[in-house]
């Protein structure tokens, strides 16, 4: 397929070495990358160059943000680095909010940026842009690279980082000379740093401590954040929980994390969590917090957060601890180890009242909806996604409302099945974020839940999807509306609607573009336009018939379902308030 | 309360940035920062004064030793030790008798008179924060006409 005989190095006199664009494949082929996102441009042509006879395999997405967002699907998905390579200037701040969201939520990516020439730097040359000073605040480190002879050992500096301690992106700029120089620098076999010291020691006092609180405990909860799932340790969690009889309660991003189908989970917690593991946080007299930050999302009102309980705050990242809620106990260490030494010295427990008092909000509250008349429900989409592929699914989302219906009406039973951007709330996550998932986890079902609004941001990629011939299933559901800031706007600003409005006919007549009609945009077009299959649906009974076809073709599709235009996501609590304010017009 | 936080990073163009960038953008202020060689040339030291209360401080300590170029936090006010800022001040002097007098308090600080202008003299004076501090308010009276101050730097002590 490829001519081989073209290398492009011709004329260059013969050195020994290799050049700085070689080191860096070579550097992703060792950190056992598999497959790399990006985008060409003039600052990365000799990386490209090299790209050509890469083994592994390079995804030319349609934006640098999808190139990102891809990366972190990927690296969410399976628990590996994201790679992803851009050139200079605006595809360097084109990954400004990939970089950001995966920054947010600590997922390991490395991403290679092109820089000007060593010479030119500082002198506004073509596309030159600050990559290190405006990328600092987002990623967990970034390195300028200032000759090709350092360049192996940042690479494997640079993957030694992104996926140790705290995961998160790292950023390394390449200028266009360090590319093309000669090097005979290898890369080392192991990386040391004597500043960067991830791995911690953990204090036995802490965890005789944590024991005893665990052991004293009559209302326990375990509260579990998307460290768990960093950390490998949903296993030794449920062990935990299960020997002292504890529920557990988790967040958007440990969904999955421990099974939503197992009787002690109380499922999600915070804004527009469930009942029952908001009651608990509220109720318990021990708060065990699992790789979880204490996110303002989950608090509301920190002053009267878990107000009855002792917290116990388990993180490997030491700034995390006490940061927003005061811990009685701050264990800081992995959450692997620290779950692995703690459990053997906790004493099997029942704590009969407090779990029937549990399964009792259990019972009274599941999640639930009001279905309206001759409107397709958001809420009963997603329950057919979880039934028709048999709880089986990789869901990403987008951000909003289709995001929190998301997470409320599928249940998770495994960790790295739910994707969301968390942290940030980056609309225009989900779908390349699906595609990026799909190609680190070939064999299952990826479905990417998002809006109509969010998944405008990124509609481009869905080509990449169609091209790699990934069977992905995206579902819009198109409400017509910024859903989530319609909500807000209908709760808290006297239904005075801003700025919301995505469809045309819930316009004024003379606002409306009369000889357009339909929908704007059409959807269905835009997908087949794109290559995929595409079908709208408006109707309840559609909705099995259609996820059944499109799961079973292992193609590419698009179902956009015109759902209830004004449903919202309830429960809610408001921001900044305490569980007992809780607006719920489920029941 | 007011922390001297003693911080030994990587002697690498970009780190100086990093740590300032770190602590603004928490919004936290920075009061002075004094950055030196220490005796391995790898390793520079940071002097930094934060305004805060415990918590405060704790989070920046916190922040900035898990950054990968730092190699050492030490809050320097929670444990014995000197610390001294130097400063250069130019202070107004009409006559010989407002001379005369800044020249006595300057004396009683060991401050040195490093320059005597017509109108004006050049002082140079080193202390811990509380004695540049009194060194200050005693000079209220007069006009001071230009300072430079080099920010505090600490050691520790047994
Ligand atoms: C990039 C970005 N811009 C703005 C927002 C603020 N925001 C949060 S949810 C939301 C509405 C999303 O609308 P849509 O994608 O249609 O989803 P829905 O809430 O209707 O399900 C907006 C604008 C955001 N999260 N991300
Ligand atoms: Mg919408």
Redesign the interface.
Known sequence: MKDKKTTGKADEPEQPGRTGAQCVIDGLVKAGCEVLFGYPGGAVLDIFNCIYDAPFNFVLTRHEQGAVHMADGYARATGRPGCCLVTSGPGATNTVTGLATAYMDGIPLVCFTGQVALNMIGNDAFQEADV??IT??VT??NF?VRSADELPEIIAKAFH?ATT??PGPVVVDIPKNVQKQMTVATTPEKVT????KPDVEINPEELKDFAEMINAASRPLLYAGGGLITAGASGLLAELARKANMPVCTTLMALGAFPEDDPLALRMVGMHGSVAANYAIDHCDLLISAGARFDDRVTGKISSFAARAKIVHIDI???S???SVHAHLGVHGDLRKVLDAVTPLVRPAAHEEWMGQVAQWKERFPFAYQGREGELMPQYVIEQIYEVSGGKAVVTTDVGQNQMWAAQFFRYTRPRTFISSGGLGTMGFGLPACIGAQFGRRDELAVCITGDGGVQMNFQELVVAVEHRLPIVVVILNNGYLGMVRQWQELFYSKRYSGVMLSQSGRAPNEQIQDKGGYLPDFIKMAEAHGANARRITRAEEVTPALKEAFESRQTWVIECIISPEANVYPMIPPGSHVAEMINHTV | MKHIINCL??NQ??VL??IV?LIS?RGYNIETLNVGPTADPTVSKMTIVVPGDA?II??VT??L???????EVVNMTNRRHLDRELILLRVAAANHHDRAEIVDLAALFMARVVGVQTESVTIQMAGNQETVADFLRLLKPYKLIDISRSGVIAVGRD
């Open positions: 290190i000073g600092r605040p967990k480190y300028l980082i301690g705290k740093m004597r500043a960067y990242d030491r700034s601890i006490n940061k | 990073v990587e163009p970009g940035a990093r960038g953008g918590n704790a989070q916190h922040q030793s898990k950054q990968p170029d730092v190699i």
